[in-house]
Structures are given as structure tokens and as C-alpha cells.
């Protein structure tokens, strides 16, 4: 799905009079609800660095970027936005978004330590290859989280600390790390002699 449809969904789960699990459960509804205030915050705030704007530009082969997420996610209310403009401004980038727990479940293809964590996004090239793989959250972000998890902070303190160091961290770690993988990709990419 695209971007508008991803949107839509958050309409539907929130509107639907009968919905399907896990959005029959108020505290999911809750936090779509909340994650759509979020995601339509950044949609009208974020900001992409001009150096990775740069570089997304200069590509010049075909690539298919597909990120894994749901409506229910945390993270991905912060991430999603960020990652959509970034193909979006990438002539050569075309991108959808894909559900975690619904077919064709591709994320078992991509676990992280073994669980789950969205969002994840899979850079292909033209031909179906893994240029790399980003996700859950930008490293910073996961080192804070591991530093709570450490203190023995419970789950909704956790997540309370890491929505306040997105609001501050403003997508900047993103656009870094993102940045990064493409100067990795371009580094080791073969060069052809004639």
C-alpha cells in the first residue's frame, strides 16, 4: 500500500463499528489514535537533511524500498513519515508499505535478535536485491532504550522516555543513519572496467 492508503487504514480501525483484532481492544484504538496525531504531525514538520536529499537525488538505478509497519506501532508513528519523504524524494525510489501481521509476512524474513520489531525497511535494487536493511529504531534511539530497560524501567515509562527523545531528536539520527547506508552501499559497490 502507499502512503494515502497507510492513512486510510488509521481511518478505518478508527471508524469500523466492529474492528478486528487486536483494534477491538480500546487500548489499541487508544494508541492508533494517538500515533495518527503523531504521524500527521510529522507529515506537516519533518524535515530531511540536504545531504541526504543529495544523495537520494544523485541515484541513478531503479530501487524499491518496502516498510514493514502497523498502525499500532510506537516507532514507526515516528520513523514511517521520515522514510516515505526520503523515497519520495528519490527520482528512482519507489517504495510501499507492508503490514507485520498481515500476508505476505514478510518481516519472518527479518527479525531482529529474533522478535518482530517494525518498522523495518528493505532497500532492493532493480533486480530484488538487498541493498541493505534498516530498522527498528536509529541506533541512539535503541542505546536509550536499552539504557531504560537496564534501569529496570517498566514498559510504559520506556515508552513515554522514547517518544520525548523523538519529539527532540527530530528525525536527525534517521537521516544520519540512512545517509550512511547509502555511502556504505555506494563504497562497496563493484567497479567495472571496459
Not at 502512503?3 to 477491538?24: K, M, Q, R, W
Not at 544523495?55 to 513519515?81: F, G, N, S, Y
Not at 528519490?90 to 519472518?108: A, C, M, N, T, V
Not at 523495518?120 to 541493505?132: A, K, T
Request: aromatic share 10%.
Amino acid at each position: 500500500m502507499n502512503y494515502t492508503a497507510y492513512h486510510d487504514l488509521f481511518d478505518e480501525i478508527l471508524t469500523e463499528s466492529n474492528p478486528v483484532a487486536p483494534y477491538d481492544n480500546e487500548e489499541f484504538q487508544d494508541v492508533v489514535k494517538m500515533n495518527q496525531i503523531r504521524m500527521k504531525r510529522w507529515d506537516a514538520n519533518l524535515t530531511l537533511s540536504n545531504e541526504l536529499i543529495g544523495k537520494l537525488r544523485e541515484l541513478d538505478a531503479k530501487q524499491h524500498w518496502i516498510i514493514i509497519t502497523e498502525p499500532w506501532c510506537l516507532e514507526a508513528a515516528h520513523m514511517v513519515p521520515f522514510l516515505v519523504k526520503m523515497a519520495e524524494a528519490g527520482e528512482f525510489i519507489s517504495y510501499e508499505l507492508q503490514l507485520r501481521d498481515s500476508e505476505p509476512l514478510l518481516i519472518s524474513s527479518y527479525l531482529t535478535n529474533g522478535a518482530k520489531a517494525i518498522p523495518i525497511m528493505i532497500v532492493r535494487d532493480e533486480y530484488g536485491n538487498d541493498l541493505f536493511v534498516w530498522g527498528p529504531r536509529p541506533e541512539a534511539a535503541q542505546i536509550f532504550r536499552d539504557s531504560l530497560s537496564a534501569a529496570n524501567k517498566d514498559l510504559k515509562d520506556i515508552k513515554k522516555a522514547l517518544l520525548l527523545w523523538y519529539n527532540a531528536d527530530k528525525g536527525r539520527s534517521l537521516n544520519a543513519e540512512i545517509l550512511r547506508h547509502y555511502e556504505h552501499v555506494k563504497a562497496s559497490a563493484p567497479v567495472l572496467s571496459h
